[in-house]
T-cell receptor, first 111, second 113 residues
Framework: GEDVEQSLFLSVREGDSSVINCTYTDSSSTYLYWYKQEPGAGLQLLTY?????DMKQDQRLTVLLNKKDKHLSLRIADTQTGDSAIYFCAASTGTASKLTFGTGTRLQVTL | DVKVTQSSRYLVKRTGEKVFLECVQD?????MFWYRQDPGLGLRLIYF???????EKGDIPEGYSVSREKKERFSLILESASTNQTSMYLC????????????FGDGTRLSIL
């Protein structure tokens, strides 16, 4: 089955860019998602990309997809303290919106 | 705006009890999902449902069951709670189709003593 991997932790300074990386194994995954989880809350959908796209930009967020390497990244420009959270990458498994999630990357933003 | 509501934010139960976690969505979504979230393990799918009275096992169904009698409501049942079921439980819903994102509730933090 699908396996999705992320690094566990990333620390950046306020105002810098953050890049969170994700790899997946199933080349037939058609949609890839990024979710954000703030402390004590559920997951909030940030953005998603279809597998025939290379890039998607939405305000401060840029998603890059390298389908050949099965590598997905989320870039947050001008990172703010409010961006401190856990970020989850998820890949569709082709069955009615069923998703496989990574372990999550905890982003810490320092002053 | 999509609203997925889980009945309790925090719950404390005893070993051996039968525990019900409730989830309601207001967007007429066909699909509903139950996950548990544990540190370092991410989200693991317990059960999901494509329609009323339909259910499918996820990756870790042992010790759990589900019920979907109405389209908007999906219940997770711990038949006989054990301490290793202490976790954060997250409910999600979506429209049918591979391009439909899942929308999550705020989670229930369950402690089994």
């Amino acid at each position: 089955g699908e396996d999705v991997e992320q690094s566990l932790f990333l620390s950046v300074r306020e105002g810098d860019s953050s890049v969170i990386n994700c790899t997946y194994t199933d080349s037939s995954s058609t949609y890839l998602y990024w979710y954000k989880q703030e402390p004590g809350a559920g997951l909030q959908l940030l953005t998603y990309i279809f597998s025939n796209m290379d890039m998607k930009q939405d305000q401060r967020l840029t998603v890059l997809l390298n389908k050949k390497d099965k590598h997905l990244s989320l870039r947050i420009a001008d990172t703010q303290t409010g961006d401190s959270a856990i970020y989850f990458c998820a890949a569709s498994t082709g069955t009615a919106s069923k998703l496989t999630f990574g372990t999550g990357t905890r982003l810490q933003v320092t002053l | 705006d999509v609203k997925v509501t889980q009945s309790s934010r925090y719950l404390v139960k005893r070993t051996g009890e039968k525990v019900f976690l409730e989830c309601v969505q207001d967007m007429d979504h066909e699909n509903m999902f139950w996950y548990r979230q544990d540190p370092g393990l991410g989200l693991r799918l317990i059960y999901f449902s494509y329609d009323v009275k339909m259910k499918e096992k996820g990756d870790i169904p042992e010790g759990y069951s589900v019920s979907r009698e109405k389209k908007e409501r999906f219940s997770l049942i711990l038949e006989s709670a054990s301490t290793n079921q202490t976790s954060m439980y997250l409910c999600a819903s979506s429209f049918g189709g591979v391009d439909q994102p899942q929308h999550f509730g705020d989670g229930t933090r369950l402690s089994i003593l």
